[in-house]
């Protein structure tokens, strides 16, 4: 049998795609997460788990609230800035939900309609093009098996195989991952993030969820990435951030997309979405929203032009390149030493917050 449309990766771009793609399609979607109501997962997904306005504004968009149980704790109302590189430290006001990614997802793929097979645990190997339909080579830990279909959608994030084979990441875009989890029994009262350019040109954060502390950094990926965090990590606990040895490490890629050149929207039967795109922000690395709106972008291109929706596709997520435009202006002010000094030293848009009650 030959599936019409196969969604490689189940994260919220391929969830969302799955969910909203009309009926009359025969839809397989495929992720190596054991993404299903009672299966434990193969590989979790590394990710800071804060929920920005943008994102809670297209669920919002999409008729969905956030289900109580997908909420982490604490849920905090600031983020407090440290520049390194100036020696200032500044509290903002934010308003992200604090959420557990993992049962997130989950969540999302438990709103995909019966009708589209779902394939959990299978991991994508590669593809052929067989001129009427592809040929998609899996393997589900113990078999190989080959998948048909006739258009390949990639949302299988900054790592995907097929952005990789047609249009790969330009030099100075792709960056390494790394989240150490710590066992905590404090509240962090808000949310770090931090600016080192010894460590990496992007940002490093702290995020509290339950009882861990997460500590993670986005580092240009031609560095070395595990002796550049090991060096953060120090900086981290000798500022008393931290403490005792990592319960868990997590690794992976991050797109940081400069310019609409880094956008790739696929072609005639390919389509890609989400952050394999190369849809998220250079300026914070926030993905959820623009993975949730290229997601509903495509299956509204789909659910109208059939077959033929490749190039009203790439018109439709123009909204998505002008809003990464204007990310990408924000953040020459966000990551130049000198421009940031000036913007923190003049506590524009800064709160005041009680250091006595942060044990500071
Ligand atoms: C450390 C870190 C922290 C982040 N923190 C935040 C944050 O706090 N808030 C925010 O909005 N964004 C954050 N982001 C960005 C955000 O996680 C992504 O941009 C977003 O998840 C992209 O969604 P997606 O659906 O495009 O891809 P993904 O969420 O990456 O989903 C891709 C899916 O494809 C599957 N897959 C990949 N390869 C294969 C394969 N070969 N075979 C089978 N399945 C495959 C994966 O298992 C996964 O389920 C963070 C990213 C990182 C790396």
Redo the contacts with the bound molecule.
């Keep these: 049998m030959i599936y019409d449309i196969a969604i490689?990766?189940?994260?919220?771009?391929?969830?969302t795609l799955a969910r909203l793609i009309h009926n009359g399609w025969r839809v397989i979607v495929?992720?190596?997460?054991n993404?299903g109501e009672t299966a434990g997962f193969i590989?979790e997904?590394?990710?800071?788990?804060?929920?920005?306005p943008d994102?809670q504004k297209v669920l919002a968009e999409q008729g969905l609230g956030v289900p109580g149980e997908i909420m982490s704790g604490p849920q905090t109302f600031s983020v407090k800035s440290v520049d390194l590189d100036n020696g200032i430290t500044r509290y903002y006001q934010r308003h992200y939900l604090n959420i557990d990614?993992e049962k997130f997802?989950r969540w999302l793929v438990s709103l995909v309609p019966g009708a589209v097979e779902k394939r959990f645990g299978?991991?994508?190997?590669d593809f052929e093009d067989c001129g009427d339909h592809f040929d998609i080579h899996v393997h589900n830990g113990l078999n190989e098996g080959i998948i048909k279909a006739r258009v390949l959608v990639g949302?299988?994030?900054?790592?995907?195989?097929i952005r990789r084979k047609y249009f790969p990441w330009r030099e100075g875009t792709e960056y390494i991952?790394i989240?150490e989890s710590y066992e905590t029994n404090d509240v962090l009262p808000h949310y770090v993030s931090v600016f080192d350019k010894s460590t990496t040109d992007f940002y490093s954060w702290i995020?509290q969820k339950n009882n861990h502390l997460l500590l993670?950094s986005?580092i240009p990926g031609n560095e070395d990435a595990v002796a550049k965090f090991s060096s953060l990590r120090l900086r981290m606990r000798e500022l008393g951030y931290i403490s005792g040895d990592p319960v868990k490490r997590t690794g992976?890629?991050?797109i940081r997309p400069r310019s609409g050149k880094d956008i790739f929207t696929g072609s005639e039967r390919i389509a890609l979405?989400?952050?394999?795109a190369g849809?998220?922000s250079p300026s914070s690395?926030?993905?959820?929203?623009?993975?949730l709106r290229s997601?509903a972008m495509l299956a509204e291109c789909i659910n109208k032009f059939g077959t033929g929706f490749s190039k009203h596709y790439k018109k439709r997520t123009g909204v998505l390149r002008v809003n990464l435009a204007g990310k990408n202006i924000k953040a020459m002010a966000m990551y130049g030493r000198l421009a940031r000094k000036l913007i923190m030293k003049s506590g524009i848009l800064s709160m005041n917050v009680n250091p006595r009650r942060l044990h500071e």
Excluded at 30 to 33: E, L, T
Excluded at 155 to 161: K, Q, T
Excluded at 273 to 276: I, L, Q, R, W
């Design positions: 490689l990766g189940a994260g919220p771009a391929g969830a495929i992720d190596q997460r993404l590989k997904k590394c990710c800071g788990g804060l929920l920005a994102a990614r997802d299978c991991i994508f190997k949302a299988d994030g900054a790592g995907s195989r991952s989240q995020i993670g986005a992976t890629f991050v979405a989400g952050e394999a849809f998220i690395a926030e993905g959820i929203s623009y993975a997601g």
